[in-house]
C-alpha cells in the first residue's frame, strides 16, 4: 500500500492519510509514482507531489508532537530534565568561582577549594570582590529554586507515578522515566534494563572490553540498594528493579496506588537484608 492509497481510493488530504497509515497492518511503500497522483486528478506536476508528502509529514509530526505533550508524565520529564541541568549549571559556576577565588587569595589551597565549594560559595557571597560576590549569591539564589523545584518534582511524581515513587520516592523514580524516555518506554522495560538505567557508559565498557558488569545506575540513589552491604547489593538493585517494572507498568495502564502490590515488594527486598533468597 502506498501513503496515499490504492487505486480507486487515492487522496492527499493529510487526515485520511493519517488514518491510513496508522491503521494498516503492513508498512506504506515509500517507492511512489506521482504519476499515480497526477493520473487521478489530484496534481498536475511531481513538485506538487513533493509539496503534497510534505504536507502530510508535517501533520503527522504535530498531531504525534501533541499526543507526547497530551502523556501525564509530559510535564513531570520536563521538571526532572530542567533539575538535571540546573544541578549541572550549579556544579560549573561553583567550580568556576572556586577557581576565581583562588587565583586572586593568595595563599588558597586549590584542592581544599574544590573540595569545599558549596561552603565556599557561601562565603564569597559574603565577604568576596564585588563582581565574584555577585556570582556567587546568583548561584545560591538558583540552589534555591533548585531546592524548591527538586520538592516539586516529588510531589508530581507521587501523583504521575505512584507505584514507582512508593518504591524508590519520587525524585528517583522520575529521574528513572526520564532517562528512559517517559513512562510508557520504562513499562516496556525488563527489570534488567531499568537496574542499569543511567549506567550506559559502564555496559557500554563491559559489552567493549569485557570489563566487570555494571549492577546498578540510577537506582543507587535509592537508600536501599547505596545502604546494602556490597555482597548484597547487585542482589537487591536486581530485585528493586524487578518490582519497578511491574510498578512502571501498574502506573501506565491503571494510575494508581496499588498498596498490596507495593507492601508484597517491600518485604521481597527487605528480605533480602536478612539473607533470604
Not at 526532572?80 to 587565583?103: G, K, Q, S
Request: glycine share 8%; charged share 25%.
Amino acid at each position: 500500500m502506498h501513503w496515499y492509497g490504492e487505486a480507486g481510493e487515492i487522496s492527499i488530504d493529510p487526515a485520511e492519510c493519517e488514518e491510513r497509515i496508522l491503521n494498516t497492518t503492513t508498512i506504506p511503500s515509500v517507492f511512489c509514482n506521482w504519476e499515480d497522483l497526477r493520473d487521478a486528478g489530484l496534481i498536475s506536476t511531481r513538485e506538487e507531489y513533493i509539496r503534497a508528502v510534505r504536507e502530510v509529514s508535517i501533520f503527522l509530526a504535530m498531531k504525534g508532537i501533541a499526543a507526547d505533550l497530551d502523556k501525564k508524565d509530559a510535564a513531570l520529564l520536563q521538571m526532572v530534565r530542567t533539575l538535571d541541568e540546573m544541578d549541572d549549571v550549579i556544579n560549573l559556576l561553583t567550580e568556576r568561582v572556586t577557581d576565581w577565588h583562588a587565583a586572586i587569595t593568595p595563599g588558597t589551597s586549590h584542592k581544599y577549594t574544590r573540595a569545599n565549594g558549596p561552603r565556599l560559595v557561601q562565603k564569597i557571597a559574603k565577604s568576596g570582590s564585588p563582581s565574584l560576590k555577585r556570582v556567587a549569591r546568583e548561584i545560591l539564589s538558583l540552589s534555591g529554586v533548585r531546592t524548591d523545584l527538586m520538592k516539586e518534582v516529588s510531589r508530581e511524581a507521587v501523583s504521575v507515578i505512584p507505584n514507582m515513587s512508593a518504591l524508590v520516592g519520587g525524585l528517583v523514580a522520575a529521574r528513572l522515566i526520564a532517562r528512559a524516555g517517559g513512562l510508557e518506554s520504562t513499562a516496556k522495560m525488563p527489570g534488567s534494563s531499568i537496574q542499569v538505567i543511567g549506567a550506559e557508559s559502564a555496559l557500554f565498557s563491559h559489552i567493549r572490553t569485557g570489563s566487570s558488569s555494571p549492577k546498578h545506575g540510577i537506582i543507587f540513589q535509592h537508600r536501599r540498594v547505596h545502604n546494602a552491604k556490597k555482597e548484597v547489593r547487585g542482589k537487591v538493585a536486581r530485585q528493586l528493579a524487578a518490582k519497578l517494572a511491574i510498578a512502571a507498568r501498574l502506573d501506565l495502564y491503571r494510575g494508581e496506588l496499588d498498596a498490596e502490590f507495593i507492601d508484597q515488594a517491600n518485604a521481597k527486598i527487605d528480605s533480602i537484608f536478612g539473607g533470604e533468597s
